[in-house]
């Protein structure tokens, strides 16, 4: 599985923005771009994917580059209840007639959002 | 999303013991599931994938003997661990993946092991 770099730690303020960054210079083509958020003693997570385009949910956006090599999750409004570990996974996937089949997520250390009221 | 429960959330042993934890994935049928382990201030590492009726895959490393998985029903995944011992005290989390194929992945709250 291609890596990711993310920054060890963020902080940020309530009802701040919160832009997370992560850089996977070696993504293919097929690899989807999955985040993930742990609270402290909990399962992680599903936060956003995405593949090329940027994405939006209830919960965050993803800002992919252009070539790929990079992304931000971006929290609009964050929240003490945001306070978490963020994981930035490359996830692969192969198509073929019988529809697509996705690889496994491996986690890497990830960012420790701390959030200040 | 969807929603996976584990059982128990924690449970304290001694060593020697077999601990078995149960992964149910609850409102969907999940066709794979996969079993991690994290210790303190560490990620979470993968260690199986097990399909529904197959024989689990192994991460390297992880010792198929001692981690026994059970996925005989597409609710249900269970890990043994036997014969356990102080090193495998842990955090150990399931995750689920659907038949249609969502291509997010859903986790349990986790089961806390700790081994006297």
């Known amino acids: 599985d291609a890596k990711t770099t993310q920054p060890n730690s963020m902080e940020s303020n309530e009802e701040e923005p919160v832009h997370l960054p992560c850089n996977h210079s070696?993504?293919?083509?097929?690899?989807?771009i999955h985040w993930y958020r742990q609270l402290p003693s909990q399962g992680p997570e599903y936060v956003i994917h995405?593949?090329?385009s940027n994405v939006n949910n209830r919960m965050a956006s993803l800002a992919i580059a252009e070539d790929r090599k990079s992304s931000t999750l971006i929290l609009h409004r964050a929240t003490l209840r945001d306070a978490a570990v963020y994981y930035c996974?490359?996830?692969?996937?192969?198509?073929?007639?019988?529809?697509?089949?996705?690889?496994?997520?491996?986690f890497g250390q990830g960012t420790i959002l701390t959030v200040h009221p | 999303g969807a929603v996976v429960s584990q059982h128990p959330s924690w449970v304290i042993c001694k060593s020697g013991t077999s601990v078995k934890i149960e992964c149910r994935s609850l409102?969907?049928?999940?066709?794979?599931m996969f079993w991690y382990r994290q210790f303190p201030k560490q990620s979470l590492m993968l260690m199986a994938t097990?399909?529904?009726?197959?024989?689990?895959?192994?991460e390297q490393g992880v010792e198929k003997d001692k981690f026994l998985i059970n996925h005989a029903s597409l609710t249900l995944s269970t890990l043994t661990v036997t014969s356990a011992h102080p090193e495998d005290s842990s955090f150990y989390i399931c995750?689920?993946?659907?038949?249609?194929?969502?291509?997010?992945?859903?986790f349990g709250p986790g089961t806390r092991l700790t081994v006297l």
């Open positions: 995750s689920a993946r659907g038949i249609q194929g969502p291509v997010e992945q859903f």
């Open positions: 070696t993504i293919s083509g097929t690899d989807y």
């Open positions: 995405g593949l090329t």
């Open positions: 996974i490359l996830r692969d996937s192969s198509t073929n007639a019988g529809g697509t089949s996705y690889g496994k997520l491996t």
């Open positions: 409102d969907f049928q999940a066709t794979t």
């Open positions: 097990s399909n529904e009726g197959s024989k689990a895959t192994y």
